[in-house]
T-cell receptor
Framework: DGGITQSPKYLFRKEGQNVTLSCEQNLNHDAMYWYRQDPGQGLRLIYYSQIVNDFQKGDIAEGYSVSREKKESFPLTVTSAQKNPTAFYLC??????????????FGAGSRLTVL | GQNIDQPTEMTATEGAIVQINCTYQTSGFNGLFWYQQHAGEAPTFLSYNVLDGLEEKGRFSSFLSRSKGYSYLLLKELQMKDSASYLCAVRWSWGKLQFGAGTQVVVTP
């Protein structure tokens, strides 16, 4: 079955450590996205990539980094510079058509807790 | 930024109907999505509206009025499994997709 796989599902980190969240898709989608979800707030876009080897900052990119070396993979690194990293992180993909019903397919999420 | 407003929580009884409203600023509107998200899980696509009117898909329907900056998601014949958060998202003409904070629907027996 086609879909998006995120790992790990739960992750604990000490302050000052970088962590990398994995996102893999086998939907042959061109575009991939990382969102952050906090209680009482809408999903906020961290980074997105519309094509391999290219990515753009979203609304809250500070303290995060990404890479897109393969079409299937879009890992997110939460760096020690991110002031409040405890959150639920969602990866998504789409066929990249910015017009019309560009439906996002989401992964199951990774919950990061900073101790 | 553009505001997208939806109620925080709604409670309804199994078998009943619930209407979740979503309002947004009309300038730059280019389409509206509804997603369902069960706790700790991935959001899943429910509907997309870009023209005025009602789109029906089984027990779920979505309505859009572009001039009023208003949409609703109607859930009929509520089932316990419908307890979830419902996310309204607006695509703006400059390409950005913006999500509302979500409405938590609680279905009681």
């Amino acid at each position: 079955d086609g879909g998006i796989t995120q790992s790990p599902k739960y992750l604990f980190r000490k302050e000052g450590q970088n962590v990398t969240l994995s996102c893999e898709q086998n939907l042959n989608h061109d575009a991939m996205y990382w969102y952050r979800q906090d209680p009482g707030q809408g999903l906020r876009l961290i980074y997105y990539s519309q094509i391999v080897n290219d990515f753009q900052k979203g609304d809250i990119a500070e303290g995060y980094s990404v890479s897109r070396e393969k079409k299937e993979s879009f890992p997110l690194t939460v760096t020690s510079a991110q002031k409040n990293p405890t959150a639920f992180y969602l990866c998504a993909s789409s066929n990249g058509d910015s017009s019309g019903a560009n439906v996002l397919t989401f992964g199951a999420g990774s919950r990061l807790t900073v101790l | 930024g553009q505001n997208i407003d939806q109620p925080t929580e709604m409670t309804a009884t199994e078998g009943a109907i619930v209407q979740i409203n979503c309002t947004y600023q009309t300038s730059g509107f280019n389409g509206l999505f509804w997603y369902q998200q069960h706790a700790g899980e991935a959001p899943t696509f429910l509907s997309y509206n870009v023209l005025d009117g009602l789109e029906e898909k089984g027990r779920f329907s979505s309505f859009l009025s572009r001039s009023k900056g208003y949409s609703y998601l109607l859930l009929k014949e509520l089932q316990m499994k419908d307890s979830a958060s419902y996310l309204c998202a607006v695509r703006w003409s400059w390409g950005k997709l913006q999500f509302g904070a979500g409405t938590q629907v609680v279905v009681t027996p």
